[in-house]
């Protein structure tokens, strides 16, 4: 699937896809069953006019000690008018694709401009190898240092991003200090590091969890960056980095600058805001996952 489309050109489908009229905003909420013992199933449908489609995915917190992915599923795509099949995908995937995707697209407003730039990435799975990807793709990088739990993992990504043409090796969270660009592909329940740390004008991409009791950045972060979200309904019901500094009292529901959409569109006033840092929370939306598929069908059809 990923040599069929790469997410420069999952990138640029989001991107269509915005700008030819998707309201990230009334999109389908995700539904998820709790599997007892296991972890749960999330049932995702979205529908665009030519085509709509739902991936079914099983998140499982014990595969990886099988040796198996924590994130399963299919895809099942659909022509629009007819709802007859046309398409199955592996739904795992095209997560991998698609998440990547959305952080490349929203940096393509948020990363800072003009120089080579330092990536610290927090994670070791398949998130955090299409992200790498993803920001070397689109960007000049000077660095990429990798943080992870397991140190043997951690080399092998940062040997991974020596092949894409940027020095790199692994660190500790005290590295976000130096970063231009953070990004983090966990399943954190608590903040990977001291968000002081962050520089202003850097820019903080966390895809980890889309729970709202979940987080991988802190209170003191929120607080002091424009907030960026692919949607404020979705965020304001899924993501943990906003809803728990909310529950402390830290922030309010306005705190959140603009959306994805917002950005294609250049609808903020004054554009961004680089006195600050910047934070991308992503929870992973179905419109999302349809638009990358049928461009993956499409250019699959060519």
């Not at 991936?55 to 709802?83: C, E, H, M, Q």
């Not at 940096?107 to 401009?113: D, G, I, K």
């Not at 998130?127 to 000077?142: F, I, K, L, R, S």
């Amino acid at each position: 699937m990923a040599a069929a489309l790469g997410p420069v050109a999952a990138a640029d489908a989001l991107a269509a896809a915005l700008r030819g009229g998707v309201d990230p905003e009334s999109c389908p909420r995700r539904s998820a069953i709790a599997v007892p013992g296991v972890g749960e199933l999330l049932l995702m449908p979205a529908a665009s006019g030519a085509y709509a489609g739902v991936k079914i995915a099983g998140v499982a917190p014990g595969n990886p000690a099988r040796g198996l992915l924590r994130i399963t599923g299919s895809y099942f795509l659909l022509d629009g008018p007819t709802l007859r099949p046309l398409a199955l995908l592996d739904g795992a995937a095209l997560t991998a694709l698609r998440t990547p995707a959305v952080s490349a697209l929203a940096l393509r407003y948020l990363a800072p401009a003009g120089r080579p730039l330092r990536l610290v990435l927090f994670g070791s799975g398949p998130q955090a190898y299409g992200h790498v990807q993803a920001v070397c793709a689109e960007h000049e990088v000077a660095e990429v240092v990798v943080i992870a739990r397991d140190r043997e993992r951690a080399e092998r990504l940062a040997a991974h991003a020596r092949t894409l043409g940027s020095a790199a090796r692994t660190g500790t969270p005290q590295d976000v200090a130096g970063a231009d660009l953070v990004v983090c592909c966990t399943t954190a329940r608590e903040p990977l590091f001291d968000g002081r740390l962050v520089r202003p004008g850097a820019v903080v991409v966390a895809v980890g969890s889309h729970e709202p009791t979940a987080r991988e950045t802190d209170t003191a972060l929120v607080r002091r960056a424009a907030v960026y979200v692919e949607s404020r309904a979705a965020a304001l019901r899924e993501a943990g980095d906003l809803l728990v500094p909310e529950a402390e009292g830290a922030i309010g529901p306005g705190h959140i600058t603009g959306t994805l959409a917002d950005l294609v569109a250049g609808r903020l006033p004054g554009g961004v805001e680089r006195g600050c840092p910047q934070l991308f929370k992503s929870v992973g939306m179905a419109w999302e996952d349809l638009a990358v598929a049928v461009a993956l069908y499409e250019a699959a059809e060519v």
